[in-house]
């Protein structure tokens, strides 16, 4: 689009110089030839522009002597200020008469029919061509701009497309510019021929071209609609292709672009010539190698006999620059020359090098933060100031930056210092995102209903960085209130301090599990310690209250309550005390909506011996963004969990379980979309001793979860149809594949036992037994928080899964 804007802007900027007559006449007596001193200038015809600035356009003042020169400079003048439309001259006696038609003002411009071209981009674009409202309208340059923008649709495919500026008069000399564009549809390539080549086929070159005369439905990065930016740019991929494979030689030789008598269709012929594949002789290195030519000639790519490689030969170049970056050299110079021996069709490349002089940083400068305090940029930065510039820390102080999730974008660049040579200064300019966020959430589900959730989060709290959230939780099943706070960089070597205070009120049977409540509470306390950029490890420390009322009677639930001594209570009563580790690995390119990186966390948390319920408990977690496009504009997303967890040791001679409140389970937004929150998992087993000793067994539709799971997912993001390229940056579309399994590994699977409920019996215990859904999903970084809607529809499910086919949340993306 860049490209577009830049062609528009230079076509639109064309001006037209009117011409002077050579003669007037009048209804006064005639201008003489001969001169005459001029006694008085009257200037008729004058509604906008005031008297005195129409005389200071003229080249004459009353005393002054003139002749048919000074008159001819005198209509040159006028019309080259740009305010008239006529301009006569006359002379009466001694008087000289200037009758003028100013040009009207313009007093709207709208546009119509354009699709192509957004109406800002188009008044941007008039505004430097001269053509605002309340300017003079120079109806000679809109010929030429009618004739720009059609020259811009014609570049686009559209040969059928016609832009007409129609100027209706007003009162008081004003008039309405409106500019009626006919846009038509995009001419179709009909046929793509090559000429000329003769080691590669057609097929094998045109699969690499964008534009195609026959597009498969299923092939969304190519085009079939001409456009002539993206045809030099396969003419580009076309000469990277041959030059990959040696044909250091090749040339295209001519392209031919022809449109039907129709407009519709274009025909595209190349000529080539492809000649021979090169092998490279040697590889010289010549100039100032900054003292390290030793590791520049280790990494050349090329052996003596190698066949030569563009891509290559670009790299090595690239390699060079970086690493005379990284030791102070901003400018360096790389150029590669190639030196043909045509005897024995050997090519030795000639690798010039001049790093410029060495530049270190007077200052380091943030710019475009009014919220967040210096201080909070400057601890992320690794390149320091009155230090020899390093483009690597540069770059990974941006990188961090961007990591905070304090800014929607960074960008930074090194501005030399005037005066000198050898230094410049750092400048990182952010444009600052809505750290803090309302956390309101609404879902809805066929079988869930309506759920609400709000809170509080401020990731930036008063500019300084730390992070403070007061989350409240209410709906059918849970009231929660957690109060948090986070300081990032506790001490000077970068080591975290978090804390917590919680409260919830859960309600099982409202949640899609099985029925029983858990009133709990409790408090931790988090260190989080950097092992280097990528690598994070916490330690933490925590206490939790749990009392479980209503007790569930399944037999999972009863085995565990057995298992810490309290079969048979009304209520269970566990004080847990827990040590948890976890790791972090963040490679993602940015905080908020990431197009390339990776993203992985494990955590283990186990609770000390006596404690309430004796048990430990692992989870993976891990994100891999793929670009598959230059843009980042469509994108590949792989998420992965797994988890377990189990109990250890005795109590009192019994072996402890894994409590059933803190099993895993899956369905809903974060793990698994088109089924309904925990609903998609093992189900409920009840004993039933009334009329056997041995007693007999009946399933339920009751969720009950596991102590393991496994899921993976895979998102396709794609840009978001009809918004514009500033809210791409905004909003989120992707098409979604989820998979997950939820298991009990302690579970004893025997079919003859259930009497009833078989269609909801399985093997709980095998993790193979999984749930497939897909759909769609938006996202959107409000305001507010970010929003996500999703539609997704189950492809594989068991009895007893509830579907949900939308859920809508605040709060929370992938």
């Not at 827990?578 to 494990?602: C, I």
Request: proline content about 4%; hydrophobic content about 35%.
């Amino acid at each position: 689009m860049a490209m577009k804007k830049i062609l528009f802007a230079t076509l639109l900027a064309t001006s037209v110089c009117a011409n002077a007559a050579d003669s007037v006449t009048s209804s006064h007596a005639p201008i003489n030839i001969e001169n005459f001193v001029v006694k008085d200038i009257k200037i008729e015809g004058l509604q906008r522009v005031t008297l005195g600035a129409a005389l200071l356009e003229i080249p004459v003042r009353v005393g002054d002597k003139v002749d048919s020169r000074d008159i001819a400079d005198i209509i040159r003048s006028m019309y080259a200020s740009g305010n008239y439309e006529n301009v006569q001259v006359y002379r009466d006696n001694n008087v000289l008469v200037i009758k003028v038609q100013e040009r009207p003002t313009i007093a709207s411009i709208s546009f119509s029919g354009n699709k192509t071209i957004k109406d800002e981009q188009l008044k941007k674009n008039l505004s430097a061509s001269g053509i605002s409202v309340g300017d003079a309208l120079d109806r000679t340059t809109l010929s030429n701009i009618e004739k720009g923008l059609e020259d811009f649709y014609y570049s686009v495919g559209k040969y059928n497309a016609t832009v007409k500026a129609v100027v209706t008069p007003l009162p008081r000399n004003r008039a309405d510019l409106k500019f009626v564009f006919t846009e038509g549809p995009s001419a179709q390539i009909e046929q793509i021929n090559l000429i000329g080549n003769k080691v590669f086929s057609n097929k094998t070159l045109l699969e690499h071209f964008n534009l195609k005369a026959d597009v498969s439905w299923w092939n969304f990065l190519s085009s079939d609609k001409y456009q002539k930016q993206e045809l030099a740019s396969d003419l580009e991929s076309l000469k990277s292709f041959y030059l990959d494979r040696g044909y250091l030689k090749f040339q295209i030789v001519s392209t031919e672009v022809s449109i039907s008598p129709d407009k519709q269709g274009v025909y595209i012929t190349l000529v080539l010539h492809e000649g021979k594949p090169w092998t490279v002789k040697k590889v010289e290195l010549r100039g100032n190698l900054a003292g390290d030519k030793s590791k520049f000639e280790a990494a050349i790519p090329f052996k003596s006999g190698d066949t030569y490689n563009g891509s290559e030969v670009t790299r090595y170049e690239n390699t060079i620059k970086k690493e005379l970056g990284q030791s102070g050299y901003a400018y360096p110079k790389v150029q590669t020359i190639p030196q043909f021996d045509e005897e024995n069709h050997q090519v030795t490349l000639v690798v010039s090098v001049d790093p410029g002089k060495r530049m270190y940083v007077r200052d380091i400068r943030f710019q475009g933060n009014t919220a967040t305090k210096d201080e909070v940029l400057r601890r992320e930065m690794r390149q320091m100031e009155s230090s020899w510039l390093n483009s690597k820390d540069v770059e990974t102080g941006k990188t961090r930056l961007n990591r905070t999730g304090f800014f929607k974008k960074v960008d930074v660049k090194t501005d030399r210092v005037p005066g000198s040579p050898d230094q410049v200064d750092v400048v990182y300019d952010v444009q600052e995102a809505n750290s803090g966020s309302v956390n309101f959430g609404v879902g809805y589900g066929t079988e869930s209903g309506v759920s609400f959730q709000a809170g509080v989060q401020q990731d930036n709290f008063l500019g300084t960085g730390n992070r403070v959230g007061i989350n409240a939780m209410t709906n059918d099943y849970s009231k929660n209130v957690t109060l948090s706070y986070t300081d990032p960089y506790w001490n000077l070597d970068g080591v975290s301090l978090g804390g917590k205070v919680f409260y919830n009120e859960f309600e099982a049977s409202n949640a899609g599990i099985v029925d029983y409540t858990n009133n709990s509470y409790g408090s931790s306390l988090t260190w989080g310690f950097p092992v280097d950029e990528l690598n994070r490890l916490g330690l933490g420390v925590g206490y939790t209250h749990n009392d479980i009322g209503n007790v569930p009677t399944y037999v999972q639930a009863e085995q565990f309550a057995k298992s810490i001594d309290q079969y048979g209570n009304s209520n269970l009563i566990t004080n847990d005390y827990d040590v948890n580790f976890t790791w972090t690995r963040n490679a993602l390119d940015k905080s908020y909506f990431p197009t390339a990186g990776n993203y992985q966390s494990a955590s283990y948390k186990i609770t000390v011996p006596g404690s309430g319920a004796q048990y430990f408990k692992m989870q993976y977690d891990v994100r891999q963004y793929i670009p598959l496009t230059r843009k980042h504009d469509f994108t590949l997303l792989m998420r992965g969990r797994l988890g377990y967890g189990n109990g250890y040791g005795e109590t009192n001679g019994n072996e402890n379980l894994y409590p059933f409140y803190e099993n895993f389970y899956a369905g809903g937004f974060s793990t698994l979309r088109g089924f309904s929150s925990n609903t998609a998992g093992p189900k409920a087993v009840y004993a039933d001793y009334s009329t056997s000793n041995n007693g007999e067994y009946y399933a339920t539709s009751d969720s009950v979860g596991g102590n393991a799971t496994w899921l993976a997912s895979m998102e396709l993001i794609v840009p978001t149809p009809f918004a514009s390229d500033e809210a791409q940056s905004q909003i989120r579309t992707s098409v979604f594949v989820d998979m997950a399994s939820v298991w009990d590994t302690e579970f004893s699977y025997d079919p003859s036992q259930v009497v009833y409920g078989n269609q909801y019996y399985y093997d709980y215990s095998s993790p193979w037994n999984y749930r497939a859904s897909t759909g769609v999903a938006l996202q959107w970084m409000s305001p507010m928080g970010p929003l996500v809607f999703a539609v997704a529809k189950p492809l594989k499910k068991y009895e007893g899964d509830d579907e949900e086919f939308f859920t809508f949340t605040i709060g929370r993306t992938f």
